[in-house]
């Protein structure tokens, strides 16, 4: 048996950003680990093992057994709690730490893709402790390591991989997530439409339509006369989407036209991830 036709996609996104993250790191002086990420009190050496963490709990391994400190104040909730606690047991891990336990965990996930004979629809449990189909976690995690990815990059100054196979999958994730923002977290009138325009590396043109109960519908026919529309560049969508930046910190690189109440309501409601 052999991985299903509809996970091949997913596993070879995850495959892509993690072999360039490990190319990334790997040259990496002991100083350089410690250098910020986008990712609200991470640094380089925290978002590794963060994606050291995902990977084990993918490979079912048991969560370690830790008690975190109570000044890291970056952790507000109990998601965040959750996620620390991979990353605050390897916060004092040494460079040749950090690079030989993420290729181990590489190798073993490598395996244990290759072993895969589920099928997509099979529930498994996710990194996030919920209960997801294994395509649905696979997709998850594809897009979530990708989106680290784009992290490290950004802390290490080495733009690239922007329309890589995780790229592709972040975006039919994000864009899955727009109906909820336009209609439902930013009150969008009903029998209405707001318009999408990216460009960029990945490009992509969407409309919202709103109907009379005030349901949202991703489409990709264009509209005439909508509400509101966006036009941005591909790197700045990932970046709000994901709530890397404020709607103000772009906002010369956002292009937003309408009705000034939902453009401010979309762009305040834009971040789907934290």
Partial sequence: MSLHPTLQHYADAWTHSIDAITELVQPLVEGEWNRRTPCPGWSVRDLISHLIGLDCEMLGD????????????????????????????????????????????????????????RDP??????????????????????FNVWVHEQDLRAALGVPGNLDSPGAHVARDVLLAALPKVVA?????????????????????????????????????????GPAASFAMDWETYVRLACGRVTAEAVADRVKADGDPRLTAAVLRNFAVTQ
Wanted: net charge negative; no cysteine.
């Fill in 62 to 117: 048991p969560r370690p057994i830790h008690t975190l400190p109570r000044d890291l104040f970056h952790v507000t909730n109990e998601s965040q709690r959750y996620m620390e606690m991979q990353v605050d047991v390897r916060r004092h891990h040494t460079s040749p730490e950090m690079t030989s336990e993420l290729e181990y965990t590489i190798i073993r996930r490598n395996r244990q893709l290759r072993n895969e004979s």
């Fill in 121 to 142: 629809g099979t529930k498994v449990r996710s990194p996030f402790g919920t209960d997801l189909t294994l395509e649905e976690s696979m997709r998850t995690h594809a």
């Fill in 184 to 224: 439902e977290d930013s009150d969008a009138p009903r029998s209405s439409a707001v318009v999408f325009d990216v460009h960029g590396p990945i490009e992509f043109l969407r409309t919202i339509r709103i109907d009379i109960q005030g349901r949202g519908t991703l489409e990709t026919a264009p509209a005439l």
